[in-house]
């Protein structure tokens, strides 16, 4: 069975910074092409960042310099770390796994919430 269990959500002032995590298994985690996406209410869910099995990562121009994902193959974890975070980032952020053609799972996703 394929979980993706994405965590570390929650309420966070203008400038603050958050971690999340995203806990897989039922995978072959170290060879899966991981990703962050987010939708915020009454849009479409949007690409975040990506890391490729090989470490490679790809960012949203809107989140690059502030935000960093990496992967631990050793934990099958996947992080996303976010600093100076904006109103605009609001959404619910979920975790991605995908291998070619073979599989695309999607976690159930976890909710930041940027205010003051």
């Known amino acids: 069975q394929v979980r993706l269990v994405e965590s570390g959500g929650g309420l966070v002032q203008p400038g603050g910074s958050l971690r999340l995590s995203c806990a897989a298994s039922g995978i072959s985690f170290s060879i899966s092409d991981m990703g962050w996406y987010r939708q915020a209410p009454g849009k479409q869910r949007e690409l975040v960042a990506t890391i490729h099995s090989g470490g490679i990562t790809n960012y949203q121009d809107s989140v690059k310099g502030r935000f960093t994902v990496s992967r631990d193959n050793a934990q099958n974890t996947v992080y996303l770390q976010m600093n100076s975070l904006k109103p605009e980032d609001t959404a619910v952020y979920y975790c991605?796994?995908?291998?070619?053609?073979?599989?695309?799972?999607w976690g159930q996703g976890t909710q930041v919430t940027v205010s003051s």
């Open positions: 991605n796994a995908r291998r070619g053609g073979y599989y695309n799972y």
